[in-house]
């Protein structure tokens, strides 16, 4: 397997899960634009046997190295992102972290009673990435209680392991070539946007500006019965030259803060 055929199922476990996302990507191909992916996102726990370095595993394997890491000191989180070591045109992979251990003991219990329930198998072996949530069906009364401390924890909780979002390359856009009009486009057509800080994070000078919608609402299985929460969501990256010339290729980390907040609970 080669990062192209990991990013296909991941692809393909994203758009089965999130039909709105397929229709935002199906929407601007009618446009006559070619959609590049600018990189893909994970959520985990800083637990030993599924935080950021047994997540990124798969990816190493396949032709990535580290390339910088960033700190969420609000929402307690850490992350790291990675790049391929020769392909320029291959996503960039981004992976973050909750820091569990700086949340009450009742997040603490349900974290390590949520990794104990994982396979052992699923662990070890290259498939921890597309697993979903494979460790039983969730509690909506826990899942309550983990949005207060926060969001991500109760996301991850019940979604599991896999892409958070893919992300748009707003640069490789013909007639949506800024952040602004894909924005417009995107409303024109139904969808709402994350608009925590306004609706585009980062500037220009900041290098990267970013957008989002807001994370569809699925329909999930609980212990207690079936209730809506927010799955996953699209993200659109406008990448600006640095001083040599070349795009920028990392994340800003306010920005990022903010749009960590398209997977949070609402109601349509």
């Not at 758009?15 to 397929?22: D, H, R, S, V």
């Not at 748009?168 to 024109?188: A, G, H, I, P, R």
């Not at 608009?195 to 900041?206: F, S």
Request: aromatic share 14%; with cysteine; net charge negative.
């Amino acid at each position: 397997m080669n990062y192209k055929d990991i990013f296909n199922r991941l692809w393909q476990d994203y758009i089965t899960q999130n039909p709105a996302t397929k229709k935002v990507y199906d929407l601007l191909v009618r446009e006559g634009e070619t959609i590049v992916n600018d990189h893909i996102a994970f959520r985990t726990y800083n637990h030993p046997l599924i935080g950021i370095d047994a997540l990124s595993k798969v990816f190493i394997k396949n032709g990535y190295e580290y390339k910088r890491d960033y700190h969420f000191e609000q929402k307690k989180l850490y992350a790291k992102h990675f790049e391929h070591k020769t392909d320029r045109e291959a996503p960039r992979v981004f992976i973050s972290e909750l820091l569990v251990d700086q949340f009450s003991e009742h997040m603490q219990r349900v974290v390590k009673e949520w990794v104990g329930n994982i396979p052992m198998s699923v662990i070890k072996s290259d498939e921890l990435i597309y697993a979903g949530n494979v460790s039983g069906t969730p509690s909506y009364k826990t899942y309550e209680k983990l949005r207060i401390e926060s969001e991500y924890a109760a996301w991850l909780y019940v979604n599991g392991f896999r892409a958070n979002h893919f992300t748009v390359s707003v640069n490789e856009l013909k007639e949506y070539d800024t952040v602004e009009k894909v924005n417009t486009f995107l409303k024109s057509n139904g969808f709402l946007l994350n608009d925590a800080n306004g609706e585009v994070q980062g500037t220009p000078m900041d290098q990267l500006e970013q957008s989002s919608i807001k994370a569809g609402i699925l329909r999930v299985p609980f212990q207690e019965g079936e209730f809506d929460i927010p799955g996953c969501y699209y993200e659109f990256a406008l990448r600006h030259p640095e001083p040599n010339g070349k795009l920028y290729s990392g994340f800003v980390a306010k920005s990022a803060d903010k749009i960590f907040e398209s997977t949070n609970y609402y109601k349509k």
